[in-house]
């Protein structure tokens, strides 16, 4: 019996261990055998030790969560506020842009300025003169303090300065500084639809990069007769930015302008050696001509060169041995080429007029001016592309308009079909600098070769 009762304890042991690790009881199995009747017996007294088990280990295998519910409960917490203050020193820099109609007032409300300091700067005049007028568009930046008193202010009205207006010992005082200035590459192209200024002005380009082109390739396009619709141009240039904002276009770097189906190129070059820069081709040939094709950027021509006319004025047929410019009263008259002044006065023909002297056998005339350059005078040496006198209508003359003379051995020829001598080019020793100096300049130009940026939008 004691040995019977030893084997039934460890087959119930055996049992419970079984049932809990989810086993399979067989019967006749090798370890023992029971008959339904004992084993009905052992479940019965070993279930509520058992069922206690699986309830304290969680979910059994294979059994069914679906449809467990759920229920989503969300509380409510409070956040305790948060004050912060301003350490006390603390400043704040602030920016706006100066919109259409604003006054001093409202710019400085804007700027969370308080309202001793607006009053103050409202009441003391001197200080606000340098601020006016507030052009829109423009920014402005301030610093205050934590109070909102106005520290400093700094205004770009445009230009490379800067108007600074900063708080001393409780006035305000302000000065002109220089404003710190990026250079900023710029590439714009554009078509010509109707004329050079419209095409210009659509593709966004400043007026002194369109000088520019015009001066570049003057030698190479009669821009008074020769521009047709359809033709394009590409330029690349620098511009100078102070504190995010354009202040002023620089130099054009590249340009392409194809004429007539034509493609003619520039590009710049700061000289070797710290020689002086210039406009050259692509392969080093020089842009510069000793003389400009006309003295006016742009304008018409109402009488050319011709054996006889029909003068308007003395009213009978007579030679006209130069070309007439009609242009606006003002317009800037300019030098040819390189020269001396050796007449600088009035002839009763010519009005006021300037003969420039040039090297070799070269002189060419300036008729009809409203005024002389200030400052100009007999003897004095003029460069290319100065301005030496204004567009008028003195002397025999119907309107506003330059006469001018090109005059080889002191006989007129005609200009614009005169041959004229070339500049140097690029000597043979500097052309690996020149390729090297003009390489992104010219990568850029052929970036936008071929498109027209200006009519995209």
């Known amino acids: 019996m004691p040995g019977n009762k030893q084997t039934w304890a460890r087959k119930k042991n055996r049992l419970h261990w079984l049932l809990y690790e989810g086993l399979e009881i067989v019967s006749n199995s090798q370890a023992f055998t029971l ?3 004992t084993l009905r017996g052992l479940i019965l007294l070993s279930s509520i030790p058992l069922f206690g088990m699986v309830a304290a280990f969680g979910i059994a295998p294979d059994t069914a969560v679906e449809d467990v519910p759920v229920e989503q409960v969300v509380l409510g917490l409070e956040i305790p506020e948060i004050r912060s203050r301003p350490a006390e ?4 820099w602030r920016h706006e842009r100066i919109q259409q109609g604003d006054t001093i007032g409202s710019l400085l409300s804007r700027l969370e300025v308080n309202n001793q300091d607006v009053a103050r700067l409202i009441r003391d005049t001197s200080e606000l003169k340098a601020l006016h007028p507030l052009a829109a568009g423009r920014m402005v930046h301030a610093e205050t303090s934590a109070a909102g008193e106005l520290l400093l202010l700094r205004y770009f009205p445009g230009g490379s300065d800067q108007v600074v207006l900063e708080k001393r010992d409780g006035s305000y005082v302000v000065s002109d500084r220089p404003a710190l200035l990026e250079t900023h590459i710029q590439m714009k192209s554009g078509v010509i639809e109707s004329s050079l200024f419209a095409a210009i002005d659509r593709a966004g380009i400043p007026d002194s990069i369109a000088s520019q082109i015009v001066d570049i390739l003057s030698s190479q396009i009669d821009f008074h007769r020769d521009l047709r619709k359809g033709d394009r141009f590409t330029v690349v240039y ?12 620089g130099r054009v770097l590249a340009v392409e302008f194809v004429n007539q189906g034509v493609p003619y190129r520039g590009v710049y070059f700061p000289g070797s050696d710290g020689g002086e820069g210039g406009y050259y081709t692509p392969d080093g040939k020089n842009l510069r001509r000793v003389f400009l094709r006309s003295p006016l950027e742009f304008s018409r021509i109402s009488s050319g060169f011709s054996s006889g006319r029909f003068h308007p004025i003395l009213k009978k047929w007579r030679a006209h041995k130069g070309i007439d410019y009609v242009a606006p009263t003002g317009t800037g008259v300019k030098a040819v080429a390189d020269g001396v002044v050796a007449v600088a006065g ?9 003969i420039l002297e040039h090297e070799g056998s070269y002189a060419t005339v300036y008729g009809h001016l409203s005024a002389f350059a200030k400052g100009l005078r007999k003897g004095q040496r003029v ?15 119907s309107g506003p308009h330059l006469h001018f003379e090109f005059r080889v051995n002191g006989i007129q020829r005609d200009p614009l079909k005169e041959p004229m001598p070339e500049g140097k080019p690029i000597a043979p020793a500097h052309l690996a600098a020149f390729y090297e100096s003009t390489k992104s300049s010219m990568a850029r130009l052929d970036m936008l070769h071929g498109t027209n940026l200006a009519l995209l939008d």
């Open 35 to 37: 008959t339904r009747k």
């Open 238 to 249: 620098d511009s100078l930015y102070g504190n995010g904002e354009p202040t002023r276009a």
């Open 383 to 397: 460069r290319q592309g100065y301005v030496i006198g204004r567009v008028g209508a003195t002397g025999l003359a």
């Open 346 to 354: 009035w002839e009763a023909g010519y009005g006021n007029f300037i």
């Open 89 to 92: 020193g603390m400043t704040f």
